[in-house]
Each structure stands twice: as C-alpha cells, then as structure tokens.
C-alpha cells in the first residue's frame, strides 16, 4: 500500500460521524471512543475492540478498572470503496453504524460483541428510516483477498482465517466459532482458495488461551 495513500475522510469528520449516530439512534448514551484508520485491517472493513470483557472484575479498591476499547476501520479497503463509488463516504457510515451497535452491546448490554438477535434487531430499527444500509456481511471479496498473504484453517470446523501479516499463532490462538485448533495454509492454498462472504467485522473471535489479557475482536 502506497504510504501516500490519505483516509478518506478526516479523524475530526469521522468524529462528527460517530457523534450524530449516537444522538440519532442511541440516544446519546454510548461513551467516548477511540476513532482509528487501520493500514493493518485488510480482512474486514470494520472492527470493535476492547482489551477485557465488558464486566471486567473489581479491582483492589473497589472499582471497574477502565477498559481501552476502539473502533478500527479499513483504511485500504474503504479508500478504494470511496475511489471506486460516489456512494463511499455512505459505506463509511453504515460501517461505522455497524462497530456502533457492537459498541452498544459491549457498553450497554455488558455483552461480548456478536451478531446475535440483539445486534439484528437493533440493525433492523436502524435501517428503517432509510438513512444507512448496515449489514453483517461486505462485498470487498475480490479486495481482501487481493490483501491477504497468510490463512490458516480451523481442523475442526474448517472456518478459513486470512491476514496480510502472519498475526495468527496457532500455538496461541483457536478458532472462535469452535474453539478448535487451527493449522496455517500453504501461501499457494491463500490465493487458490475460496471462502463464502466475508463478516464486515471480524466475528472471527480469536482468544488467546495462554495469555491472560486478550483482545476480543470482532468484525
């Protein structure tokens, strides 16, 4: 990626983004969050994360220690979204809506992101006014394929896990559907393969078993 490449829109408009659709449609209540323009996530073009869950255990003195948690989005893959559409700083929004709703169930529900009933039905309540076109699943296939260098399989379940960098250590990490063990791909098995559509965010839980704070990650 060309290091000249610029986000598409500025850390301050996206900001403003995130402000109106929290007054809009979560009435205000979701608190401060880091906003980041990711060159690293290129197999997703949205992400929720946070370094503990959202009931993290009661410190010495009595109180929740803060939790870090951010909104990545995909700088490679929504700049080319917005060359290639007059309609890309519009996916930029409906892919920020969708981190949001994860940020209300972390926030606001207490629960680890997912695309569960909770997170359809508050999907359905924002789409209806026309405003946004949130969805589970991105059609950027052909570009984040075009990214990814490195996939590794679940053995068990078969779930293909694809990243630009070799991130994924199989001696750490496992599968986050089930929690099986997973076996990297042969870099020839990552251009020939082929994978259904890819979650816009990555509901590819991935959980270290083996350190004590892991990020939870989801698309």
């Known amino acids: 990626m060309s290091p000249r490449?610029?986000?598409?829109?500025?850390?301050?408009?996206?900001?403003?983004?995130?402000s109106?659709?929290?007054?809009?449609?979560?009435?205000?209540?979701l608190l401060p969050i880091n906003l980041v323009w990711s060159r690293r996530l290129t197999s997703s073009v949205g992400m929720f994360v946070s370094r503990r869950g959202p009931r993290p255990r009661l410190g010495r003195d009595g109180l929740r220690p803060p939790t870090k948690r951010e909104i990545r989005l995909s700088l490679p893959l929504l700049?080319?979204?917005?060359?290639?559409?007059?309609y890309g700083e519009q996916e930029i929004v409906s892919t920020l809506a969708h981190e949001m709703?994860?940020?209300w169930q972390f926030d606001i529900l207490k629960r680890r992101p997912n695309h569960g009933a909770n997170f359809l039905r508050k999907m359905t309540e924002m789409n209806r006014d026309g405003a946004l076109a949130?969805?589970?699943?991105?059609s950027?296939?052909?570009e984040v394929?075009?990214?990814?260098?490195?996939?590794?399989?679940?053995?068990?379940?078969?779930?293909?896990?694809?990243?630009?960098r070799r991130t994924i250590q199989p001696r750490r990490h496992h599968c986050g559907v089930c929690r099986?063990?997973?076996?990297?791909?042969?870099?020839?098995?990552?251009?020939?393969?082929?994978?259904g559509a890819l979650l816009q965010c990555p509901s590819e839980w991935l959980s270290s078993r083996l350190v004590p704070l892991t990020w939870f990650l989801c698309d």
Not at 5 to 18: A, E, G, K, R
Not at 21 to 28: D, E, P, Q
Not at 79 to 86: A, K, Y
């Open 5 to 18: 490449q610029s986000p598409p829109v500025t850390s301050q408009h996206l900001i403003q983004m995130w």
């Open 20 to 29: 109106e659709l929290n007054g809009r449609y979560f009435a205000g209540q």
């Open 79 to 86: 700049h080319q979204v917005v060359q290639r559409s007059e």
């Open 101 to 103: 709703i994860h940020q």
């Open 134 to 138: 949130i969805t589970i699943y991105h």
């Open 140 to 142: 950027l296939q052909k």
């Open 145 to 164: 394929l075009a990214l990814a260098r490195f996939a590794w399989r679940c053995r068990q379940c078969g779930r293909v896990y694809r990243r630009q």
């Open 180 to 195: 099986g063990l997973l076996q990297e791909l042969n870099p020839s098995c990552v251009i020939r393969g082929k994978q």
